[in-house]
């Protein structure tokens, strides 16, 4: 009886002691060997190597770092399409959709210094919608976290722009869309529905319509609306199921690193 005690309370043990991989961070790394088969993340500039930047595919849970020259390696396995981010002191948040297809051979990707013309407002990753989605929706089988709702809102003091040049809101990466353009080609499968596309608003006023799924989408502000030395507030709004009339049906999209250039 006590031998079989012993053998219940280790096993118990185990079970809890057991990590809990599905909501692990893997970090990754770059091996000192077979760099011929390494990423590279390298100054757009001057095409030097850098060191110390973290890439990280938040739909994986998985990070590394690039090694003195700039070489990364990508030790996971990437399932449909997924966002990469770069992330470097002194730089501008920059971020892709890749597959697995994309990353098969190495990949050398060059991002950029802010010489004081960009302002990060996020770099995180985020949920809209209402968790309710198709799984032939563009890039569902991608999200990994839960909605944090239909809009997204930021406030912030405009800083180190020149306001003599035009200003711009960057959304680094954007998943999820399924308006009639995104459907049109061929980001989603959905054959019997469409959405009206997510809004982007300054300051309470709409300035501008995502209908696409994509990188780098860049949004002009009108100057007249920017508040100087107070707080300005940019909110991010899904869009909503056109077809569905019985109740409210938002569309689930995802997006990560936002920022303000000139």
């Given at each position: 009886m006590k031998k079989l005690l012993s053998l219940i309370i280790l096993i118990i043990y185990v079970i809890i002691s057991a990590p809990v991989y599905a909501a692990s961070t893997f970090e990754g790394g770059v091996s000192a060997q077979g760099r011929g088969n390494s990423s590279r993340i390298?100054?757009?500039?001057?095409?030097?190597?850098?060191?110390?930047?973290?890439?990280?595919?938040?739909?994986?849970?998985?990070?590394?770092?690039?090694?003195?020259?700039?070489?990364?390696?990508?030790?996971?396995?990437?399932?449909?399409?997924?966002?990469?981010?770069?992330?470097?002191?002194?730089?501008?948040?920059?971020?892709?959709?890749?597959?697995?297809?994309?990353?098969?051979?190495?990949?050398?990707?060059?991002?950029?210094?802010?010489?004081?013309?960009?302002?990060?407002?996020?770099?995180?990753?985020?949920?809209?919608?209402?968790?309710?989605?198709?799984?032939?929706?563009?890039?569902?089988?991608?999200?990994?976290?839960?909605?944090?709702?239909?809009?997204?809102?930021?406030?912030?003091?405009?800083?180190?722009?020149?306001f003599n040049k035009p200003i711009f809101l960057v959304i680094g990466s954007i998943i999820g869309i399924d308006t009639q353009m995104a459907r049109s080609i061929g980001q989603n499968q959905i054959v019997n529905a469409f959405a009206s596309p997510p809004e982007v608003y300054f300051n309470g006023n709409r300035i501008s319509e995502i209908q696409i799924n994509g990188d780098g989408q860049r949004i002009k502000i009108p100057p007249n609306l920017i508040k100087r030395n107070q707080p300005n507030e940019v909110t991010i709004k899904t869009g909503r199921n056109l077809m569905q009339t019985a109740y409210i049906d938002y569309d689930d999209i995802e997006f990560m690193n936002l920022f303000i250039e000139n």
């Open positions: 390298v100054d757009k500039k001057t095409g030097a190597g850098i060191d110390g930047a973290r890439v990280t595919l938040p739909k994986e849970r998985y990070s590394t770092t690039t090694d003195e020259e700039g070489y990364f390696e990508l030790d996971t396995h990437i399932n449909g399409t997924s966002i990469m981010s770069v992330e470097k002191k002194n730089y501008k948040p920059f971020s892709v959709t890749v597959t697995d297809q994309t990353v098969s051979a190495p990949i050398v990707i060059g991002i950029e210094k802010t010489n004081g013309d960009a302002m990060v407002l996020d770099n995180n990753m985020y949920h809209l919608g209402d968790n309710n989605y198709s799984d032939l929706s563009a890039n569902a089988g991608e999200f990994r976290m839960a909605s944090i709702g239909p809009f997204y809102t930021k406030k912030f003091q405009i800083k180190n722009v020149k």
